[in-house]
């Protein structure tokens, strides 16, 4: 356990690094004290108290006198601070995921942090073509030499994904060998599952395309279930997670008939 006062880092930690820790920390321990905090991350009480009053107004957790509990309400977290979650495991999930893709391929890739990190392997690899709808994706891999890239239009939501019937009709379009989605949950009994109604129709049209389809999702995303469903396991050919994964998680997947690989 963390003595209040004692930073674990080496100086003072940068805004989004350290909305993520706190978020970390709440969710852990249920309930974080200022001070603490402050001591923790390296930073005055008075930057902690502005962070606790942003991520309460965000819905993220609930402020109280000297700190702040957690919030269990279903809320989705900022694509800013998603960013810096898990970075590490993201990056194993996405080197492996760029492991499965041939070349010559079509793949498709809808949005999140660890389908980024999946373009980000991809980046030197020759004769793709890709197929997204997240604006930061196309962002990374725009002007790639071997790389054909296609971005998809429609309704933009504050992730930086583009949705609706103009993205799904625009999917129609192509013949995809794989398509590579990120999720907020997975379990074997609700399938896969995220915060927004459009955004599952829109990644529902990226699997109906393709010929294979794999969740690329680290492991807080396993065992839990969000507002809409994306789609049942029995449309997932494979799950690429990080070996923190709960095993009874990964044993239900595979007993539901998904190949899951762990990194």
Request: net charge neutral; charged share 20%.
């Amino acid at each position: 356990m963390r003595r209040a006062g004692h930073s674990v880092y080496s100086g003072a930690v940068r805004k989004a690094p350290r909305l993520n820790a706190i978020l970390e920390r709440v969710n852990d321990a249920r309930s974080v004290d200022v001070a603490e905090l402050a001591g923790t991350l390296g930073v005055s009480e008075a930057t902690i108290r502005r962070d606790l009053q942003s991520l309460s107004s965000g819905g993220l957790l609930v402020r109280t006198h000297g700190g702040a509990i957690a919030n269990d309400l279903d809320a989705e977290i900022p694509t800013q601070i998603k960013a810096v979650r898990r970075q590490t495991e993201k990056s194993r999930i996405g080197a492996a995921g760029a492991a499965l893709v041939p070349d010559g391929a079509v793949i498709g890739m809808s949005g999140g942090t660890t389908t980024l990190e999946l373009a980000r392997a991809l980046v030197a690899r020759q004769r793709i073509a890709i197929v997204t709808n997240a604006l930061n994706i196309g962002s990374e891999l725009i002007g790639r030499a071997g790389l054909h890239l296609v971005v998809i239009g429609g309704v933009a939501r504050p992730s930086g994904e583009m949705v609706g019937p103009a993205a799904e009709a625009m999917l129609g379009n192509y013949h995809l060998d794989m398509a590579f989605i990120g999720v907020d949950g997975l379990t074997a009994e609700h399938g896969c599952t995220t915060y927004d109604e459009m955004e599952a129709q829109t990644d529902r049209a990226f699997l109906s395309q393709a010929s294979r389809a794999v969740v690329l999702a680290d492991h807080s995303k396993l065992g839990l279930v969000r507002f809409a469903q994306i789609t049942g396991v029995a449309n997932i050919h494979q799950v690429v997670t990080d070996r923190d994964a709960s095993p009874a998680q990964l044993e239900s997947l595979r007993a539901a008939g998904v190949d899951v690989v762990t990194v």
